[in-house]
C-alpha cells in the first residue's frame, strides 16, 4: 500500500464521517450546498434566483451521501444515487433527459442505479484536506453502501470526462456509452457493473479499494455507515 495514500486516508478519516441524508433537515443541508456549489461556484443547474437550494424531482427517491466535518458538523460533500426498483420505463433516471433510452437498453434498469451531483465544498474545509480525488472516493463508501442494501448490480452517470478520469485513476472504471452530450456543458453517459468496479478495484488499487470498501472509524454522536464485508458482492463472470 503506498504511503501518501494511507496518510491521505488517516486525514480524512480524522477530519470527516460519511452518513446518509436522513431528515428533512439534512436533505436541506445537501441541496444548500448543491446551491453553493453549482449555482454560485459554477453557475450551472438555473433555478429561482431567490432560492437557496438546488434541487430537483429526482431527490425524493435518492440516496443522499453526506460528508461532514467532525469538528463542527459541516456538511463538506455530498453525491446522489437515485433507484427505483419499481420503474417501468428507463426514463426515470435523470440522465435519460439528455441520452437516449437505447443507450442503457443493455442494462438491467430495476437494479441500476444512477450516481449524481457530486458536489464538494472548497470553503468549509479544513487545512490540510486531502485531494477532491479522495474526497470524491470517501463519498463512493456511501454510494457503496446505498447500493449494497438496495440491491443494485449496476452504476450509470452522466459525468464530466475529467471526473470520469479520476474515477479511472482510482480503480473505478466506468465504460462510455456513446458520444459526449450537452448537458450544462459536455458529459460523458457512463456505465460500470458493480461486481467488476470492485473487482478492478481490488486487483488494481488494493489500497484505494480498502478505502472505498472497508468500514470507516465511527463518527462523533452518529450511526457511521458499516460496509458489508467486501465479498458480499461478487465479481460478475
Known amino acids: 500500500m503506498i504511503r501518501h495514500n494511507i496518510d491521505a486516508f488517516l486525514t480524512i478519516d480524522r477530519h470527516f464521517f460519511v452518513e446518509f441524508a436522513h431528515t428533512p433537515d439534512s436533505v436541506r443541508e445537501v441541496q444548500h450546498l448543491r ?9 450551472i443547474f438555473p433555478g429561482q434566483p431567490d432560492s437557496a437550494i438546488e434541487a430537483d424531482e429526482y431527490d425524493v427517491r435518492s440516496r443522499h451521501v453526506v460528508l461532514r466535518n467532525r469538528e463542527d458538523g459541516q456538511v463538506i460533500g455530498t453525491a446522489r ?15 435519460l433527459r439528455y441520452c437516449s433510452p437505447d443507450l442503457l437498453r443493455h442494462l438491467p434498469l430495476r437494479t441500476t442505479g444512477e450516481i449524481s451531483r457530486f458536489a464538494l465544498s472548497k470553503r468549509r474545509r479544513p487545512v490540510g484536506t486531502p485531494p477532491d480525488r479522495l474526497l470524491r472516493l470517501a463519498l463512493m463508501r456511501g454510494i457503496l453502501r446505498a447500493s449494497l442494501e438496495l440491491g443494485l448490480t449496476h452504476w450509470c452517470a452522466l459525468m464530466e470526462p475529467t471526473l470520469l478520469r479520476l474515477m479511472r485513476s482510482s480503480g473505478i ?3 462510455p456509452l456513446g458520444p459526449l452530450v450537452e448537458a450544462f456543458g459536455l458529459r460523458q453517459p457512463s456505465a ?19 478505502f472505498v470498501a472497508g468500514a470507516p472509524e465511527p463518527a ?3 450511526e457511521m455507515l458499516r460496509l458489508p464485508a467486501p465479498c458480499c458482492v461478487a465479481a460478475p463472470p
Open 173 to 175: 472504471r466506468f465504460s
Open 35 to 43: 446551491h453553493q456549489v453549482f449555482r454560485t461556484e459554477r453557475g
Open 81 to 95: 444515487l437515485v433507484a427505483n426498483p419499481r420503474a417501468a420505463t428507463q426514463r426515470d433516471l435523470p440522465m
Open 220 to 222: 462523533p454522536r452518529r
Open 192 to 210: 460500470v457493473a458493480i461486481g467488476h468496479a470492485l473487482a478492478d478495484g481490488r486487483n488494481q488499487h488494493p489500497d484505494l479499494y480498502r
